[in-house]
């Protein structure tokens, strides 16, 4: 695929320089004698901006669910190790749609004003934002779609020995990991020491989250389902599968996207930013999945979202998961 071809959503720090340039080209712009005015070209100029209005859409509504996440687990509620995780992870979706966010706005703003040199700064910033919170969000889904899977394969062991500080721990090494691996690619872009460093991130996710993911996500849908004619499963479980089965559909495509787009020359910005809009409805998701299925079907009164999410994350459900 050309340098020109890479300056796009997907490649995101190669996207700076057109950002910052002044004269440069639009991708989606017809070459040659394709100028015909119905071309595929011409439709992904109409349909790009949609998506880019869908996206800062959605991105207001996750923030302000994630956000409410956030403040609920964080302050209002008392602390477990299951809830540390969830906290984690709408912290990470909270930054990953404040990037998507200022992107969209940058974009828009792009197609109608002259963008000033400054602003390579600001997409520098936040680009590498959210490949940082983009992974960081994939690696505590992982583990906790792994910790769900020892729960109920392992119940007693996940009860009784399982170290007591052993989540947060776990969402420390990860955020510091994914902090680190940003850094030192964003380093390796700026001075071009290694092409492509975007490249090996999105394939090292693939390649260890992807499989994890797969076959947790597997165990516990048996699960669910076995319970489901025994007893009443737990709403925790049931979300948790739900997270996990959007990020399979939602969240993975763009990794697939951005790693088809450095082999072949068919993947183009319309393709991307439909990959970025189903990064943005995963990031959007959860709040909707935990208060979905926590609220009580049968209540005649309307119940507070501090009441949901006690009934969903409190500790003697997240015991009991088997």
């Known amino acids: 695929m050309s ?18 340039a002044e004269n440069g080209t639009d991708l989606l712009t017809p070459q040659d004698d394709f100028d015909h005015e119905l071309s595929p070209y011409r439709i992904a100029d109409i349909l790009i901006p949609i998506l880019l209005i869908s996206i800062l859409l959605l991105s207001i509504f996750g923030i302000i669910g994630n956000g409410t996440v956030i403040w609920f687990l964080g302050f209002s509620m008392k602390r477990n190790p299951f809830t540390t995780f969830i906290l984690h992870l709408a912290a990470a979706d909270l930054g990953a749609l404040i990037s998507l966010f200022t992107f969209s706005i940058i974009y828009l703003l792009r197609s109608f004003l002259s963008v000033p040199p400054y602003m390579h700064l600001i997409v520098l910033l936040f680009s590498n934002l959210f490949i940082f919170m983009y992974n960081t969000g994939q690696y505590l889904l992982t583990a906790i779609s792994m910790d769900r899977c020892v729960s109920v394969v392992f119940p007693l062991w996940h009860r009784c020995h399982r170290p007591p500080h052993f989540s947060t721990l776990v969402c420390a090494t990860i955020w510091i990991t994914s902090f680190l691996l940003t850094v030192i690619s964003m380093i390796v872009s700026i001075f071009n020491i290694l092409p492509y460093t975007i ?29 489901s004619k025994q007893r009443k499963k737990g709403k925790a479980l049931t979300a948790i599968l ?3 089965l959007f990020f399979l ?39 909707l999945i935990y208060f979905l299925i926590g609220r009580n079907k049968r209540a005649r009164s309307r119940e ?18 088997k």
């Open 304 to 321: 507070s979202m501090k009441v949901i999410f006690q009934r969903l994350f409190k500790e003697e459900e997240n015991c009991r998961e």
């Open 3 to 20: 340098n020109d071809g890479l300056g796009s959503w997907s490649t995101l720090n190669a996207s700076l320089e057109e950002i910052g």
């Open 199 to 227: 490249l090996f991130q999105f394939l090292m996710n693939a390649i260890l989250c992807l499989p994890l993911m797969t076959v947790s996500t597997l165990v516990l849908f048996i699960k669910v389902y076995i319970r």
């Open 242 to 244: 739900l997270a996990l």
């Open 249 to 287: 559909f939602l969240a993975f495509p763009l990794s697939c996207i951005v790693l088809i787009s450095f082999f072949t020359p068919f993947i183009t910005y319309f393709a991307e930013s439909v990959g970025f809009l189903c990064s943005c409805l995963n990031s959007s998701i959860n709040p």
